[in-house]
């Protein structure tokens, strides 16, 4: 049993193995098997060998996976909330032996750790179903591989690793649990309060630290709360450069910024009592619970109130050895231009929440509630419509002036002279993208989510991307509308002219060709066009000229603010 004044160990050492060690399990590892982690097994397993997750010295083994989810206890009676095992799937967990050594990889097959089997076992997922949410109406096991329910099993045993996941960002703000005891040793900084943040602070997030801070005497060990499945997002990194530019606007001694390898588990009391101990590894002697805000909300929003929560926490800082800390509420003094906490005032996540509005609208931000270093970083990720990228998206049939469309307003939009455009027209595409892929409706739908995927790439990077394939599906529509809207605007255009104009015209010669049976599968003559339900615009170019059609598109941006002036 460990109890929270033994809780650390400041000689604890990570997990890596020593270089002669490591170069010897390289040689043997030609014959072991290998499982490759998706971005929170990663977290998971830098965790485990960092010693953020300490006293683990591996992937849980099946008594203790019973008795975390049994009693909140590993079978040795320390605390702890959540089951850490490597999910596998079936076939995987029915081909390896106890004893026997697995390597463990990132995608790309680098290999970071050897895991030695020492049990293997079907997911309870049941008990892990009430351990979480007790009878509270929620479904959701604890796994993080992504494999399904009933084909997911677990491996146990200690690890050896190799190397932590490779980060290429921010490098010099990832220190591991037992580097920070050290340099907060060094430094004799007593009480240090953990701040786990999913979003950019500001000048009320200031205030209530400092005011958290200065009632306990204690430092902040401030550190961005992570969606693996954004590291490569702009999201992440403007995250973690606002918080840069918050933490270096106050004292020095006062507040150290540290990259966890911690995402959200969503996993209510249980997830929160696991970042306790992670802060507590970390070197932390509090630990501050965000109040409401999308965090929050999240977490608790099926499970439990917050006050209840607050006091399941304090019960278990008596056992963990950390404090939990309650978000306060914050009220601006108009006059003094401070921030206050106070009973009536509201969270900080309203004054984000409000600077974001701010920054989409293109309108200033007002002092009192940022930092211009802050908003210098957010406002590279939140800007107006009219400074985002956005694609132009034409569907419909051969014929139907998709083309022309496309050029009349590439051009338009060069001369506006705003942001760099893109042409993706069908024709164009089909020649240097998808060269080899023919009509069939698998490959119409892989020629579609590729012009998808570099107009995502282009909108993403503050570009126009003007697109104009038949499209005749609407999954692969769908497909390319989702991939390209998390970057910015997707202006989908259903150009519905009629079949019989679209024949009428029939530039390219082929309906005559598709009516005389020498080619097959013709959009509109022997293959179908789904229309889009919903798109943005619909124009019909057998009742307007191409200037006129052109016009239509220009007024439509103009008035929802993709483009100023030149309507
Ligand atoms: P798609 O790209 O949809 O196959 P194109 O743009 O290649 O169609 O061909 C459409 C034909 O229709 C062109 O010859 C174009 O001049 C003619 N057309 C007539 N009126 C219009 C209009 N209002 N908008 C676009 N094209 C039009």
Same mark, same amino acid.
């Given at each position: 049993?460990?109890?929270?004044?033994? %809780?650390?160990?400041?000689?604890?050492?990570?997990?890596?193995?020593?270089?002669?060690?490591?170069?010897?399990?390289?040689?043997? #590892?030609?014959?072991?098997?290998?499982?490759?982690?998706?971005?929170? &097994?990663?977290?998971?397993?830098?965790?485990?060998?960092?010693?953020?997750?300490?006293?683990?010295?591996?992937?849980?083994?099946?008594?203790?996976?019973?008795? $975390?989810?049994? =009693? *909140?206890?590993?079978?040795?009676?320390?605390? %702890?909330?959540?089951?850490? *095992?490597?999910?596998?799937?079936?076939?995987?967990?029915?081909? @390896?032996?106890?004893?026997?050594?697995?390597?463990?990889?990132?995608?790309?097959?680098?290999?970071?750790?050897?895991?030695?089997?020492?049990? @293997?076992?079907?997911?309870?997922?049941?008990?892990?179903?009430?351990?979480?949410?007790?009878?509270?109406?929620?479904?959701?096991?604890?796994?993080?591989?992504?494999?399904?329910?009933?084909?997911?099993?677990?491996?146990?045993?200690?690890?050896?690793?190799?190397?932590?996941? &490779?980060?290429?960002?921010? $490098?010099?703000?990832?220190?591991?649990?037992?580097?920070? &005891?050290?340099?907060?040793?060094?430094?004799?900084?007593?009480? $240090?309060?953990?701040?786990?943040?999913?979003?950019?602070?500001?000048?009320?997030?200031?205030?209530?630290?400092?005011?958290?801070?200065? #009632?306990?005497?204690?430092?902040?060990?401030?550190?961005?709360?992570?969606?693996?499945?954004?590291?490569?997002?702009?999201?992440?990194?403007?995250?973690?450069? *606002?918080?840069?530019?918050? #933490?270096?606007?106050?004292?020095?001694? =006062?507040?150290?910024?540290?990259?966890?390898?911690?995402?959200?588990?969503?996993?209510?009391?249980?997830?929160?009592?696991?970042?306790?101990?992670?802060?507590?590894?970390?070197?932390?002697?509090?630990?501050?619970?965000?109040?409401?805000?999308?965090?929050?909300?999240?977490?608790?929003?099926?499970?439990?109130?917050?006050?209840?929560?607050?006091?399941?926490?304090?019960?278990?800082?008596?056992?963990?050895?950390? +404090?939990?800390?309650?978000?306060?509420?914050?009220?601006?003094?108009?006059?003094?231009?401070?921030?206050?906490?106070?009973?009536?005032?509201?969270?900080?996540?309203?004054?984000?929440?409000?600077?974001?509005? *701010?920054?989409?609208?293109?309108?200033?931000?007002?002092?009192?509630?940022?930092?211009?270093?802050?908003?210098?970083?957010?406002?590279?990720?939140?800007?107006?419509?009219?400074?985002?990228?956005?694609?132009?998206?034409?569907?419909?049939?051969?014929?139907?002036?998709?083309? +022309?469309?496309?050029?009349?307003?590439?051009?338009?939009?060069?001369?506006?002279?705003?942001?760099? $455009?893109?042409?993706?027209?069908?024709?164009?595409?089909?020649?240097?993208?998808?060269?080899?892929?023919?009509?069939?409706?698998?490959?119409?739908?892989?020629?579609?989510?590729?012009?998808?995927?570099?107009?995502?790439?282009?909108?993403?990077?503050?570009?126009?991307?003007?697109?104009?394939?038949?499209?005749?599906?609407?999954?692969?529509?769908?497909?390319?509308?989702?991939?390209?809207?998390?970057?910015?605007?997707?202006?989908?255009?259903?150009?519905?002219?009629?079949?019989?104009?679209?024949?009428?015209?029939?530039?390219?010669?082929?309906?005559?060709?598709?009516?005389?049976?020498?080619?097959?599968?013709? +959009?509109?003559?022997?293959?179908?066009?789904?229309?889009?339900?919903?798109?943005?615009?619909?124009?019909? +170019?057998?009742?307007?000229?191409?200037?006129? =059609?052109?016009?239509?598109?220009?007024?439509?941006?103009?008035?929802?603010?993709?483009?100023?002036?030149?309507?």
């Amino acid at each position: 049993m460990l109890y929270p004044d033994s %809780w650390y160990d400041p000689n604890v050492e990570s997990l890596l193995v020593h270089a002669r060690r490591n170069e010897c399990l390289k040689k043997e #590892a030609l014959h072991f098997k290998s499982v490759s982690l998706n971005a929170r &097994q990663l977290c998971d397993l830098e965790m485990l060998l960092n010693r953020a997750y300490y006293p683990l010295d591996g992937y849980m083994c099946r008594t203790d996976y019973d008795s $975390v989810l049994k =009693a *909140c206890r590993l079978s040795d009676g320390s605390l %702890w909330p959540l089951p850490i *095992c490597l999910g596998v799937d079936a076939e995987t967990a029915s081909g @390896v032996s106890l004893g026997e050594r697995v390597a463990i990889r990132d995608a790309e097959g680098f290999m970071l750790a050897v895991l030695t089997v020492e049990d @293997v076992w079907k997911a309870d997922l049941e008990a892990e179903r009430i351990a979480l949410w007790g009878d509270r109406p929620r479904t959701g096991g604890i796994d993080v591989s992504g494999i399904e329910g009933d084909r997911l099993w677990y491996l146990g045993g200690k690890l050896e690793g190799l190397s932590y996941p &490779q980060h290429y960002d921010f $490098v010099d703000m990832r220190l591991s649990p037992p580097d920070m &005891q050290r340099l907060f040793s060094r430094e004799k900084w007593g009480k $240090v309060i953990g701040v786990q943040a999913g979003r950019p602070l500001h000048r009320a997030d200031r205030a209530m630290l400092e005011e958290i801070a200065s #009632a306990h005497d204690a430092r902040l060990l401030l550190s961005p709360l992570m969606i693996p499945s954004v590291y490569f997002s702009v999201d992440h990194f403007c995250l973690v450069r *606002c918080l840069r530019a918050f #933490a270096g606007l106050m004292p020095e001694h =006062a507040v150290k910024l540290n990259l966890i390898p911690w995402f959200q588990r969503r996993m209510g009391r249980r997830g929160s009592l696991l970042r306790a101990i992670v802060n507590r590894n970390y070197g932390c002697s509090h630990m501050l619970l965000w109040d409401s805000g999308k965090m929050q909300s999240q977490n608790l929003q099926h499970s439990e109130s917050f006050h209840a929560h607050m006091e399941w926490m304090a019960e278990m800082a008596r056992l963990s050895g950390i +404090t939990p800390l309650r978000e306060k509420c914050m009220t601006l003094d108009e006059a003094s231009g401070k921030h206050t906490c106070s009973a009536k005032g509201c969270l900080c996540v309203n004054d984000h929440l409000a600077i974001v509005e *701010c920054l989409r609208a293109g309108e200033a931000v007002p002092d009192n509630l940022s930092y211009p270093e802050v908003l210098k970083e957010l406002g590279r990720v939140h800007k107006p419509l009219s400074k985002q990228g956005f694609s132009l998206f034409f569907t419909g049939l051969s014929g139907a002036g998709k083309s +022309t469309l496309a050029k009349i307003l590439y051009v338009k939009l060069l001369e506006l002279n705003g942001r760099p $455009v893109t042409l993706l027209d069908g024709d164009i595409v089909r020649t240097n993208l998808s060269s080899e892929l023919n009509f069939s409706k698998e490959h119409r739908e892989l020629n579609v989510t590729r012009i998808g995927f570099v107009a995502s790439e282009i909108v993403k990077n503050g570009g126009i991307a003007i697109c104009a394939p038949i499209a005749p599906y609407p999954k692969s529509r769908e497909e390319v509308r989702k991939m390209i809207e998390q970057y910015g605007g997707f202006i989908e255009i259903h150009v519905n002219t009629p079949l019989s104009v679209c024949e009428q015209r029939d530039c390219k010669g082929i309906y005559a060709k598709a009516r005389a049976g020498i080619i097959k599968g013709m +959009t509109g003559v022997d293959d179908p066009y789904a229309e889009p339900e919903n798109p943005e615009l619909r124009i019909n +170019t057998s009742e307007m000229t191409p200037d006129e =059609a052109a016009r239509e598109v220009m007024f439509f941006l103009a008035t929802k603010n993709y483009i100023r002036g030149n309507a």
